[in-house]
């Protein structure tokens, strides 16, 4: 048996002799302990054990939360350029709804992340830590697929390649997605169950800010006429950024950032084999953790209920919400126009992600602050469709969208807030800890496939049916679905983990439990 395994084996005797109450956080923090004192380790940025019997407080998990947004910023700003943006610059080069349809392929990976999620609860580093050994490296492969995409952008842009576009954009937002994988569950151990809603939080406010960055900043710094009248002192030629530019700076930054998490940044222990209540368990092989997947998540009813509402939650509202950008850049409205409006939204929704954590999200009651939230995105989704086709029938001016826009964008990202930290707040909480990061990453996945193809088939559909038609007949349909299913899903709130088992804990002695690192 190895040194480790030993030391496990010791720490499962104390455990009993003690009374068999140590959980796992406690029976990880006196392994650390004994080896921080043994080599003289004293960082303070390492995970803090977490005494579920002390009262606990936002700042004590602050620095954890920080690097969560940090992480997810990388993410969300090369969301900003690939969806937006870049399809901005080929709108106004009159793409078809069909080649819309195939840039939507880019999202595809989040909506497939799934399929590799059990890899990152089997393989990985020890000595470098569970999730950052998925974490980091993929922060180096995104920044080597900015580079690449740098050099040539503005080529491909200009010649329309939207299928090369695509495959930049697959390839890129692959690397996001595993990085993504190993965020997701990570919060479950950075921060205190009590601080979940923070973790999702965070996440929510890197989204705004990285849209800012990666759609807003660069659509008005990469435009010479905004350049020359407030940032220039005199009239000049070339805008502050381009395109181009921004990419490779972007994909320096992100590098030098994770090669500073890479080396500061460590990890807690987890010691293989121990379960949530302190007893051995035997942990699951790659095999185990794929039926799991598959047939674990089917086999268990309110899994699959849970499973149907994140799936069919936003097929209602895609077909309007997707293609309002399209069709304002169709009637002619420039994407410095859009960046503008969105501008103004900008301290408000921040505002959004800070506030509503503490006041509007309840653990418990998370289904009825999501079932609340869909009354008011039917209407903003009708608003938004009332809005955009007044301005394709000349019947708004350009001002009058500018405030229309920015209301009704408002209503949307609070609505949206409150949705998304309510919704991962309870995915945080009902959690198989066996396989936390197959569980969240399952669920978030089947959100966004649910929201990816409908997106795809109204683009696709647009060439041979008229908007009006989709856009009333998904209403429809979702009307029907929600009105079936809202007393269903009410029932998920009430439950807990015990309710949500995809997998079954084996305990075998201790000497036999399998390594689960490289």
Request: charged letters at 20%.
């Amino acid at each position: 048996m190895s040194k480790e395994a030993t030391e496990d084996t010791h720490l499962l005797e104390e455990q009993r002799k003690n009374g068999g109450n140590r959980t796992l956080d406690s029976l990880s923090d006196s392994k650390e302990e004994t080896r921080s004192q043994a080599s003289g380790d004293k960082s303070t940025f390492d995970e803090k054990p977490k005494d579920s019997a002390a009262p606990s407080t936002i700042w004590e998990d602050l620095p954890n939360i920080l690097l969560l947004f940090l992480c997810y910023l990388f993410q969300f700003t090369v969301s900003g350029v690939l969806y937006e943006t870049i399809p901005l610059y080929l709108m106004e080069k009159k793409i078809s709804p069909s080649q819309m349809g195939v840039l939507s392929f880019m999202r595809y990976p989040f909506a497939l992340k799934f399929l590799v999620a059990p890899l990152t609860d089997i393989y990985y580093w020890r000595s470098f830590g569970r999730k950052k050994s998925y974490v980091i490296p993929s922060q180096y492969v995104l920044s080597i697929m900015l580079l690449l995409l740098a050099v040539k952008v503005d080529a491909l842009i200009e010649a329309k390649a939207v299928v090369l576009i695509t495959i930049f954009g697959i390839l890129i937002k692959t690397a996001t997605a595993i990085q993504d994988i190993a965020l997701d569950s990570w919060v479950v151990t950075l921060v205190r169950p009590e601080n979940y809603k923070w973790g999702s939080s965070c996440a929510f406010i890197a989204a705004i800010l990285g849209h800012l960055i990666g759609f807003n900043m660069l659509i008005h710094f990469s435009n010479v006429e905004f350049c020359n009248k407030w940032l220039y002192s005199e009239p000049q030629d070339v805008p502050v950024l381009t395109l181009r530019g921004f990419l490779l700076g972007y994909a320096l930054v992100c590098a030098v950032v994770t090669l500073l998490i890479h080396l500061y940044k460590k990890e807690q222990s987890r010691i293989d084999g121990i379960g949530e209540d302190g007893a051995p368990v035997r942990e699951m092989s790659l095999k185990e953790i794929y039926k799991t997947l598959f047939c674990g998540s089917t086999g268990n009813r309110n899994m699959v209920l849970l499973m149907i509402f994140v799936l069919c939650r936003n097929w209602a509202f895609v077909p309007n919400n997707a293609t309002i950008t399209y069709r304002l850049v169709k009637k002619g409205l420039k994407k410095e126009r859009i960046s503008e409006f969105l501008f103004w939204t900008i301290p408000l929704t921040t505002m959004y992600g800070l506030a509503l954590p503490s006041f509007a999200v309840r653990i418990g009651h998370e289904m009825k602050v999501i079932l609340a939230t869909v009354v008011g995105i039917f209407l903003e989704s009708f608003l938004w469709y009332r809005t955009v086709d007044a301005y394709e029938n000349d019947l708004l001016t350009t001002t009058d969208l500018m405030y229309r826009y920015i209301a009704i964008h408002l209503l949307s990202a609070l609505l949206e807030c409150l949705q998304a930290i309510s919704m991962h707040t309870l995915f945080n909480r009902l959690a198989d800890l066996r396989c936390t990061g197959t569980f969240i990453t399952l669920l978030n996945a089947i959100s966004n496939a649910g929201h990816v193809t409908a997106t795809t088939f109204t683009f696709f559909a647009m060439t041979v049916i008229p908007p009006s038609y989709i856009i009333h007949g998904a209403w429809i349909l979702g009307m029907f679905y929600w009105s079936a299913g809202a007393t269903k899903f009410l029932k998920l709130e009430k439950m807990d983990r015990s309710n949500f088992q995809i997998s079954a804990a084996v305990a075998p002695p201790p000497s036999s439990m399998p390594r689960s690192d490289l």
